[in-house]
């Protein structure tokens, strides 16, 4: 009996560390643009193949190249280099592994080769080692979100340590005596695992949802922001193109005005065009409404915050790319350069912009001087303020739109010096 408990509680765990192993392979590989039902088969043969060759042949050897060999294949549901695929799944692998030979030692097994059947008949090492493996992915998942800024909190630590420990402790007290029913155990088992995946699921789901909600909200802040700010440009461009049209009125009004002797009015008359020509200046003037306008309202707030601006802009007045994209890439790379000018020395501030469209490539450049600690690397930059969540959210808006057009985007800093360059292939 001790044999056919030993199975069914395998084939049980088995389920769970084919769940596992999904989980695995979504850290080390992106699951956009996958095949769900391939996927699920995969998954499925994988668990139902590696179950019956360990019942049935029970060889450590045949295991463990069975394991890398399917392991491979299932990678090819994933878009990825050859080179990453195979050292993502040796990695996989090896944390597996490394974890179920330190629970079967802990458990009193020394087995002396892998070419000899497996007696290992430990329920409390198999269980153990799925409860710790599960454990184990779910901390790896987490630590992915450090990159951006994301708080792991102490509640989520304390739990990952709290519930395997718990659940160990507990089969080793249904295990303590001689008098368990098999039917029990097996359900108390069963029940172990679901709830050792249940509550991690769940605590993971919501932080998933909760960290969507906050992104949502501050994009949609933004978003709030950026039509204010459109709103105000095209009021200006307006009042400019008003003035423009009716230019020729002025100069009559004028020119009657002066025959008339009313010298004046006319200096009034004038003095009135001047401030709606020299109310904002325009620091770009390349014909594209949607670049010009952004660059001139931001660099208003620049120049009045003594920063010294170079332009060098040569695009043409019309781009495939939509204003609300623009205003996204554009918009929050001039907000945080201000953000970071602000914290300057106001003797040693400056901003440089370049941009160019070449045969169908838009190419944007920004560097300014900037004081204090950068957070991170050029892959996964941090924000130096409080609200990482929050804050971060800006610069992946850009990194999102980019990759919308197949763009690519870099990010340098030496010597109080903070670039960002883009490229966009534009239709």
């Known amino acids: 009996m001790d044999g056919l408990l030993y199975d069914i509680i395998y084939i049980i765990t088995n389920i769970f560390n084919t769940y596992i192993t999904y989980r695995f392979m979504g850290i080390f590989f992106s699951k956009e643009d996958i095949n769900k039902k391939i996927e699920l088969i995969s998954y499925s043969l994988y668990f139902a193949f590696g179950t019956a060759i ?14 890398i060999i399917v392991l491979f294949f299932i990678s090819f549901n994933y878009k990825s280099r050859m080179k990453t695929r195979l050292v993502s799944i040796a990695i996989v692998y090896i944390i597996m592994a490394c974890i179920e030979t330190v629970l079967v030692l802990l458990t009193d097994y020394f087995h002396k080769s892998i070419l000899d059947k497996n007696e290992y008949s430990s329920i409390v090492g198999m269980v153990s080692i799925k409860i710790v493996s599960y454990a184990v992915v779910s901390i790896l998942s987490r630590s ?3 990159k951006s800024g994301e708080k792991i909190s102490s509640s989520y630590w304390l739990c ?11 089969m080793l007290t249904i295990f303590s005596g001689s008098d368990f029913i098999p039917t029990r155990v097996v359900i108390s088992i069963t029940l172990l695992l679901l709830i050792n995946f249940a ?3 769940l605590y993971e789901t919501l932080n998933a949802f909760l960290t969507e909600r906050m992104q949502q909200s501050v994009i949609k802040e933004q978003n709030k922001s950026y039509s204010k700010q459109f709103a105000m440009m095209e009021e200006y461009l307006k009042a400019t193109n008003e003035l423009r049209h009716d230019l020729k009125n002025h100069l009559t009004s ?3 005005l002066i025959q008339n002797g009313n010298t004046q009015e006319v200096l009034t008359h004038i003095s009135d065009m001047i401030g709606v020509c020299t109310n904002q200046k325009e620091y770009s003037r390349s014909g594209n409404v949607v670049l ?7 660099l208003q707030k620049a120049a009045s915050e003594n920063i ?3 332009l060098n802009i040569h695009v043409p007045p019309q781009m495939d790319i939509p204003s609300f994209d623009m205003t996204i890439i554009l918009g929050n790379l001039l907000d945080n350069a201000l953000e970071a000018l602000a914290m300057v020395d106001r003797t040693n501030r400056y ?4 941009a160019k469209y070449d045969r169908g490539r838009f190419i944007l450049k920004l560097s300014n001087s900037f004081e204090g600690p950068i957070l991170g690397n050029t892959s996964g930059l941090l924000t130096t303020k409080d609200e990482k969540l929050i804050h971060g959210i800006g610069l992946n808006n850009v990194r999102s739109t980019i990759q919308k057009y197949d763009g690519t985007i870099e990010i340098k800093y030496s010597d109080n010096v903070f670039s960002v360059s883009l490229l966009i292939y534009v239709d």
């Not at 360990?54 to 394991?67: A, F, R, S, T």
């Open 292 to 298: 010009d306008s952004i660059l001139n309202f931001k």
């Open 254 to 256: 004028m020119s009657l």
């Open 199 to 201: 509550i991690f699921y």
């Open 144 to 146: 992915k979100n450090l």
């Open 308 to 310: 010294k601006i170079s």
């Open 351 to 354: 901003l440089d912009i370049w």
């Open 54 to 67: 360990y019942l049935c042949i029970g060889i450590p050897l045949i295991n463990m190249m069975y394991n």
């Open 160 to 170: 990952i340590i709290l519930i395997p420990l718990s659940s160990i402790y507990i």
